[in-house]
């Protein structure tokens, strides 16, 4: 059967991958062409192909273009927006192909969006981005750059683009910059679908549906041997660059208690690994990782998740976002941020904006007490069929507007 139709999924961080792979999963392959194009990140060479090359039909690379208020760089951007905007010209995109944006602010998804305008346009996006893209940034709390006063004012209307904000937070520069349109999400995508904790809404308004993270339908379809899930994983941060505002001599000590934690309740029922973040240089020889088995792969954990669903038991992090994505791998997840001495800025930031509606045994709390498993009592049959029934409506009501048959697989 002739794929009548595309689907373009754009992805910009490799941990966009997986959502990308669960989406597929959805879909009829039969009618839909489905195309990745990526947005590229130095993490991308630490992807094995295998895990996505037969997922997609057609996979695009591109350069990434990105702020900055240095001449230099600034005219290497020009150029490189020009050479990408001629390239997303160039590809067979049809009147009524479906664009699904995970990257959201990214210059590639704005590129796409501004020049397709006919597509119908989807954007995936967790809880916390959502939040964020709906916080007006007030002038008291964030100031705006001079890079993102250059690319705003002048940049992005000379290449006919959606103008974003880029802020940074006042006197926080250990906060990464906010970003987003200057416009509300539904004056750019015709559909938008906020990824949150199984337990949430299928509709928020007409445009604007909820539903867990798609992973479901990569779990569907293995075979899960519940019995061998023998490893806990705790995932590293580069803490040598001042983690969370902290100095490696105040954050190490917290460290090594967490990481004892693990060793006091798990230890040696299971196997105990830590995974050092990809910009660990040698952190891990400021810590106490007796019994730790060491894996330096430096495989992002939702792409290590669907290698390793079956071994996994549990998963723990200081404040990593690789703890909120095995949650929504349903995977027991957890995060000692409140065990460390940071302010109240930032356990807002991690809870609020990074973690986003997760429930409260997700964060640990007091060290003498063992984690509360939360999915004990809780089976994940439902998150399938959330996503399923969201994405089958969005696909009904847009065979509709173009008169044809439902496509959802």
């Known amino acids: 059967m002739e794929k009548i139709k595309s689907i373009w999924i754009i992805v910009d961080h490799p941990n966009q991958l997986a959502t990308a792979i669960g989406l597929s999963s959805f879909i009829n392959r039969q009618k839909y062409q489905i195309n990745l194009l990526i947005s590229n990140h130095p993490y991308w060479e630490k992807v094995p192909r295998e895990l996505y090359q037969n997922t997609f039909d057609n996979i695009i690379i591109f350069e990434r273009p990105d702020y900055s208020k240095y001449p230099h760089r600034i005219l290497k951007n020009i150029l490189l927006i020009f050479k990408i905007k001629r390239e997303i010209k160039q590809l067979n995109f049809r009147k009524n192909d479906i664009i699904v944006g995970l990257s959201v602010f990214n210059y590639l998804e704005n590129i796409v969006l501004s020049v397709h305008k006919k597509c119908i346009k989807i954007a995936m996006m967790p809880i916390g981005v959502y939040k964020e893209c709906n916080d007006p940034l007030s002038d008291i709390t964030c100031y705006q750059t001079i890079e993102g006063f250059i690319f705003s004012r002048l ?112 230890s040696p029922e299971y196997t105990l690994i830590y995974r050092p973040h990809p910009a660990e240089v040698n952190e891990i020889n400021l810590l106490n990782l007796e019994h730790f088995v060491v894996e330096s792969d430096g495989l992002l954990s939702e792409l290590y998740y669907i290698q390793n669903y079956s071994d996994i038991h549990a998963i723990f992090s200081v404040a990593s976002t690789s703890s909120r994505s095995g949650f929504f791998f349903s995977l027991p997840s957890y995060v000692f941020c409140k065990i460390f001495p940071l302010n109240e800025t930032i356990q807002r930031c991690i809870s609020v904006d990074e973690m986003g509606d997760l429930p409260d045994s997700f964060y640990i709390k007091d060290l003498s007490l063992s984690p509360i498993n939360y999915f004990e009592n809780n089976a994940d049959s ?11 409506e969005i696909f009904n009501n847009i065979e509709k507007i173009n008169g044809s048959s439902p496509d959802l697989g």
Do not use: W
């Open 155 to 266: 940049i992005e209307p000379f290449f006919s683009l959606h103008r974003t904000l880029y802020k940074r937070v006042r006197n926080h520069k250990e906060i990464a910059p906010r970003i987003r349109y200057q416009k509300l999400l539904t004056e750019i995508y015709d559909y938008i679908i906020v990824l949150e904790s199984q337990k949430c809404p299928q509709s928020i308004d007409k445009v604007t549906y909820s539903m867990p993270f798609p992973y479901s339908g990569i779990k569907k379809k293995r075979i899960l041997d519940v019995e061998n899930k023998k490893k806990v994983i705790f995932f590293g941060v580069p803490f040598r660059n001042m983690e969370h505002g902290l100095s490696a001599e105040v954050y190490v000590p917290y460290l090594n208690q967490c990481l004892n934690f693990l060793r006091k309740f798990y």
């Open 382 to 392: 439902s998150d399938y069929d959330q996503c399923y029934k969201v994405m089958k």
